[in-house]
């Protein structure tokens, strides 16, 4: 059974960090690629991020580019987001997700989301 399993999540000040891990088990993710999303109370599913599982490399939105950080760790078959200068907008449950390097559209494994409370 493919599981996503984030960790990581909780309240902090605005400015502060934060570091999320998505944990995942029940198949190999050398051909995928990993994604971040977040969604707001009221508001749609935002992009963050994504990492390619076998080069490494990652994109960001505009809003969290030069904030945040995404790595993996092989070993461990764990990727994480590191979350910095947080602001309150970043409030959001944030999902992990993964889709097939040739599949640009569809993620068809999601973790539950692990809740970020930023306080103003």
């Known amino acids: 059974q493919v599981q996503l399993v984030e960790s990581g999540g909780g309240l902090v000040q605005a400015g502060g960090s934060l570091r999320l891990s998505c944990a995942t088990s029940g198949r190999t993710f050398s051909s995928y690629t990993m994604g971040w999303f977040r969604q707001a109370p009221g508001k749609e599913r935002e992009f963050v991020g994504t990492?390619?599982?076998?080069?490494?490399?990652?994109s960001y939105a505009d809003s969290v580019k030069g904030r945040f950080t995404i790595s993996r760790d092989n070993a461990k078959n764990t990727v994480y987001l590191q979350m910095n200068s947080l602001k309150p907008e970043d409030t959001a449950v944030y999902y992990c997700a993964a889709r097939p390097n040739t599949d640009y559209l569809r993620y068809n494994y999601w973790g539950q989301g692990t809740q970020v409370t930023v306080s103003s």
């Open positions: 990492i390619s599982w076998s080069t490494g490399v990652t």
